[in-house]
């Protein structure tokens, strides 16, 4: 069975408790758990990352380009938090893996909140995105990720 990854950046570990009126009451507990049954629905393996650490996502995206190379892989569904708009190096990260389709994912919309949280670096080599949709956005990212490349891998 390939597996897709649902890859979370940093804070997102205090969903449910972190500022509840913009980012709901939903833990990533709770997330990854609607992910994984989703991901079984439709025919693939869901493993879910969390790191506060830069490092870690892009080790954790290198992992799944060489998963994607070999066939074992479909994709990311990937909310990177405040890196989002700061962090070339995952920008960098993903478009070096060459091909891992990846869907940005954010919880609130972004466009809608402070300037700063209004440019993503993630974005332009993002197979697509979903924003402001709540926590449902990744349930949303993960349908698109399977009906888009699943049906070519």
């Avoid at 478009?95 to 949280?117: Q, T, W």
Wanted: glycine share 12%; proline share 3%; net charge neutral.
């Amino acid at each position: 069975m390939k597996k897709i990854l649902i890859l979370n950046g940093p804070n997102l570990n205090l969903l449910g408790t972190r500022e509840p009126t913009t980012y709901g009451s939903t833990t990533l507990a709770d997330v990854e758990a609607q992910c994984k049954v989703e991901g079984e629905r439709l025919g693939y393996a869901v493993e879910c990352f969390q790191s506060n650490w830069e490092g870690a996502l892009i080790d954790k995206i290198h992992d799944y380009g060489r998963l994607y190379k070999a066939g074992e892989a479909l994709g990311c569904v990937f909310n990177p938090g405040a890196f989002t708009h700061t962090s070339i190096a995952l920008h960098d990260a993903i478009k070096g893996v060459d091909g891992l389709p990846v869907i940005e994912c954010h919880i609130s919309n972004v466009h809608a909140r402070e300037a700063f949280r209004h440019h993503s670096w993630v974005s332009p080599v993002a197979a697509g995105i979903v924003i402001g949709l709540g926590t449902d956005g990744y349930l949303i990212a993960l349908g698109a990720l399977v009906r888009k490349f699943g049906v070519t891998r």
